[in-house]
């Protein structure tokens, strides 16, 4: 197999992640489209390779442990576009605050709602209720209160693709015109990824969503025992 | 080399975020205790920006690419998926959309009654 070939297999790891988001970007960049995402595009490419060198994705993964370290401080990083919005972050504070408390409240209960009229088992409800909030949060949730953390780990990061795919065309059917709405919805609906999308869109909306998506995750871990009584 | 100090910096804060992660017995995760401290020694001054804006500037714009590994991880996950595959988009596409609606246009709602109140 070509595995047998490539030793070096943690930097083929990285090339392969670099060179799979750059064929993402150059195909957005083409094309325009938000279906051509750079995330889903280079996480399909990579699986493509995977599947056709036959190289163990363990061993793919491992190889790119590098760069998931990188995401605590790229996380904290965003304190710094933060700091450059505070003062319309402080004048917005209070629309900021109430727009998430109802994007978190209403993620909860259609989740649970949605999850008893599918008849979904109390584990895969559990582990689909934190879907909003980032995964380092999400996931522990999950556990603690009986859901399996690897579904929960799947289902954030498909909540976030969907906002990141999706946002920029969610914001024009919605009528979402203001970069402080925007930010809101982008952040409370898809964490962490929904987060990259808005600060592409304007450096404003990246500042709300970044505060967005810690409101929505700290509300999220004051409310989800009670949430959790009920399933 | 003032990339190497600026990471530093950055680094240091991930640290400071850690430890208050493994003293507070919350389910925070370490970044977001980094972010608000980075913040607060910021906006007060504490830390300069520039201190850190070139390596921030670049961490966080190449965050997209950090997720690239854990969508494609998504593959190993296809045995929990696959039973209830169906059951999951429902939940996923239905919730995703409502959420981001409401949360967005609540917050326009709220926006604008400020502004009415603004100018009247």
Redo the contacts between chains.
């Keep these: 197999m070509m595995a047998d070939f490539l030793p070096g297999l943690s930097l083929f790891?990285l090339a392969l992640?670099?060179g799979?988001?750059q064929v993402g970007l150059w195909c957005q960049k083409k094309t325009r489209s938000p279906i051509c995402n750079?995330?889903?595009i280079?996480?399909a490419l990579?699986?493509i390779v995977?599947l056709l060198t036959g190289i163990d994705?363990?061993t793919?993964?491992e190889g790119?442990t590098g760069?998931?370290w990188?995401?605590?401080?790229?996380?904290?990083?965003?304190?710094?576009?933060?700091?450059?919005q505070?003062k319309a972050l402080k004048k917005?504070l209070?629309?900021?605050f109430?727009?998430?408390f109802?994007?978190t409240i209403?993620?909860l209960a259609?989740?649970f709602g949605?999850?008893r009229l599918?008849t979904?088992d109390r584990t895969?409800a559990v582990s689909?209720l934190p879907?909003?909030i980032?995964?380092?949060?999400g996931m522990?949730?999950s556990e603690?209160n009986g859901g399996?953390a690897?579904?929960t780990?799947?289902?954030i990061?498909?909540?976030?693709?969907?906002?990141?795919l999706?946002?920029t065309t969610?914001?024009k059917l919605?009528r979402?015109s203001?970069p402080?709405?925007?930010g809101?919805?982008?952040g409370?609906?898809?964490h962490?990824?929904g987060t990259?999308k808005a600060?592409e869109i304007d450096p404003l909306s990246?500042a709300v969503s970044?505060l967005?998506l810690?409101i929505a995750?700290?509300l999220t871990?004051l409310l989800f025992p009670l949430v959790c009584n009920f399933v | 080399m003032k990339y190497i100090s600026q990471m530093l910096y950055i680094l240091l804060f991930s640290l400071l975020g850690e430890f208050l992660q493994t003293v507070i017995p919350l389910p925070i995760p370490a970044a977001i205790y980094g972010l608000v401290l980075l913040l607060i020694a910021l906006s007060t001054g504490l830390l300069k920006e520039e201190k850190i804006a070139e390596t921030a500037g670049f961490l966080v714009s190449a965050m997209p690419i950090l997720f690239v590994a854990p969508v494609a991880k998504l593959l190993q996950f296809w045995g929990i998926i696959g039973p209830n595959v169906v059951a999951i988009c429902v939940v996923m596409a239905v919730s995703s959309v409502l959420v981001f609606a409401v949360a967005g246009l609540v917050t326009k709602c709220c926006l604008r009654k400020k502004e009415d109140k603004n100018d009247g």
């Design positions: 790891s992640t670099f799979a988001f750079p995330i889903l280079g996480a990579v699986i995977l994705p363990e793919y993964t790119t760069l998931s990188l995401l605590t401080p790229a996380t904290i990083c965003l304190a710094v576009p933060m700091h450059r505070l917005n209070p629309a900021i109430v727009g998430v109802a994007g209403t993620s259609v989740v949605l999850c599918l979904l895969i689909l879907k909003s980032t995964t380092a949060i522990v949730l603690e399996i690897s579904l780990n799947v289902v990061l498909l909540t976030g693709i969907i906002g990141n999706m946002g969610f914001c919605f979402l203001d402080v709405s925007r809101v919805a982008l409370t609906a898809s962490l990824i990259a600060t990246g970044s967005s810690v995750g700290i871990v």
